[in-house]
């Protein structure tokens, strides 16, 4: 969970506590992280299978997120933290998903200013991440790494990032940013048997709200 995110729960404590949102069941969090802060705050939550499934109270109606980069299209990047997977599970299954984020997320190009996470499982990951390798053989500028975080006894050697699932992430990194036709670079990528899902959001977000250096919001709806 990012800080978009983590003020957006906040305010939405401070709301269900005051009996400001009496439609409003309980939310479904995207994290460990998510999770912790919702009950700290107050948020009641759900299940994602309940909250999907809750025809009568609505399903569920909106996902608010922040982004890691967004194009001009609205497609994202999201994950950098490690919960992509789940994040893609809750906003892929509402009817809304909002997206707040400030001007430097603004992209040409997925791929631009950072990695572009990809989900896989522990066993073999080194022969997927050379599998991965091999979907963009030839992408100048192109490289992929295991993510990994420092021991924790400090004994000099790196540890594997665990995300929230005890899978692996695989941090793709473009140059100039992907070329090339997306949904396609999403197939192949989904097709690799150890990949569980990548930080690409293609085609999911309904809106993005923008907060500009000046103070100003500009609101992007999905054309």
């Not at 922040?66 to 609205?74: F, M, N, Q, W």
């Not at 572009?116 to 066993?123: C, H, L, Q, S, T």
């Amino acid at each position: 969970m990012g800080s978009t995110a983590a003020h957006a729960l906040d305010r939405l404590g401070d709301l269900i506590r005051a009996g400001a949102l009496p439609g409003v069941a309980g939310g479904v969090p995207t994290s460990l992280k998510t999770e912790a802060q919702a009950a700290r705050v107050g948020t009641p939550l759900l299940p994602l299978e309940d909250a999907a499934s809750a025809s009568g109270a609505g399903g569920i109606r909106l996902s608010i997120d922040g982004a890691d980069e967004v194009d001009p299209d609205l497609n994202l990047v999201k994950g950098r933290g490690g919960s992509l997977l789940r994040e893609k599970m809750v906003e892929g299954a509402g009817d809304r998903f909002v997206v707040i984020v400030d001007e430097s997320k603004l992209v040409p190009r997925l791929g631009c200013t950072g990695a572009v996470p990809v989900e896989v499982i522990p066993f073999g990951a080194p022969h997927t991440l050379g599998l991965i390798r091999k979907v963009f053989d030839g992408v100048l500028g192109f490289h992929a790494r295991l993510r990994t975080v420092p021991a924790p006894k400090g004994d000099g050697l790196d540890a594997p990032f665990l995300t929230d699932n005890g899978n692996y992430i695989v941090e793709m990194f473009f140059e100039d940013g992907i070329r090339g036709d997306l949904r396609d670079i999403s197939d192949r990528l989904l097709r690799i048997t150890g990949v569980v899902e990548h930080g690409m959001f293609l085609g999911m977000a309904t809106t993005v709200i923008v907060a500009n250096k000046d103070g100003t919001l500009t609101v992007i709806n999905k054309k």
